[in-house]
């Protein structure tokens, strides 16, 4: 079965502070996508990163990178240099290519940066 | 550029009414169509996708229901709202490596 695990509900990073959120995965499938999301207060979804399951290389973009350990079946986030607006719940995901290209969300992680 | 317009914002039902929330896209074709829900303070729930017209695909057995009449229009629907059909409907669309472009959501509230 798909699932994805977040296991910290919350986390503290002080300003301009690198913070890094765990993301665990687990599929039988040996194509898949792993994805990001960030959700501010407002609600909306808003797609950071992205990492195939054959990129030899960890994705970045800008201030976020994805620490992907295929072996381990983790995709954790790093973000540098933390902002105030950095705070905001974040979602790690799993697209599935069975059937419609789903995508699986783990429970999220609530990040703090604190000024 | 592509867009997803995603409506109402909010949404105030009794128990027992029905339900319709309607979701759109622009600038592309044959999009893969999505309905999640999220509780308060959870992760994402999926309930329904759509790969084309009238294709619709449920996961999870509930009191909500899913249409696709025209390529880029999703409609989620009730015939009778639950209490525990409360919650932020989010409608996607996306394919491949770029991820889902997210509406900006409903957030109902059944009372």
């Known amino acids: 079965a798909q699932k994805i695990t977040q296991t910290q509900p919350g986390m503290f990073v002080q300003e301009k502070e690198a913070v890094t959120l765990d993301c665990t995965y687990d599929t039988s499938d040996p194509s898949y996508g792993l994805f990001w999301y960030k959700q501010p207060s407002s609600g909306e979804m808003i797609f950071l990163i992205y990492?195939?399951?054959?990129?030899?290389q960890n994705a970045t973009e800008g201030r976020y990178s994805l620490n992907f350990q295929k072996a381990r079946k983790s995709a954790n986030l790093v973000i540098s240099a933390s902002q105030l607006g950095d705070s905001a719940m974040y979602f790690c995901?799993?697209?599935?290519?069975?059937?419609?290209?789903?995508?699986?969300f783990g429970a999220g992680t609530r990040l703090f940066v604190k000024a | 550029s592509q867009t997803i317009h995603q409506w109402p914002a909010t949404l105030v039902q009794p128990v027992g009414s029905p339900l319709s929330l309607e979701c759109t896209v622009e600038g592309t074709s044959n999009p893969n169509l999505y309905w999640y829900r999220q509780a308060a303070g959870r992760g994402l729930q999926l309930l329904f996708y759509?790969?084309?017209?009238?294709?619709i695909s449920s996961e999870v057995p509930q009191n909500l229901s899913a249409s696709r009449p025209q390529d880029r229009q999703f409609i989620l629907s009730s015939k009778k709202l639950l209490l525990s059909d409360s919650g932020f409907y989010l409608c996607?669309?996306?394919?491949?490596?770029?991820?889902?472009?997210f509406g900006s959501g409903t957030r109902l509230t059944v009372v």
């Open positions: 996607a669309w996306g394919t491949g490596s770029h991820g889902y472009t």
């Open positions: 759509s790969i084309g017209i009238d294709q």
């Open positions: 995901a799993m697209r599935v290519n069975t059937g419609g290209f789903k995508t699986i």
């Open positions: 990492q195939g399951s054959y990129d030899q």
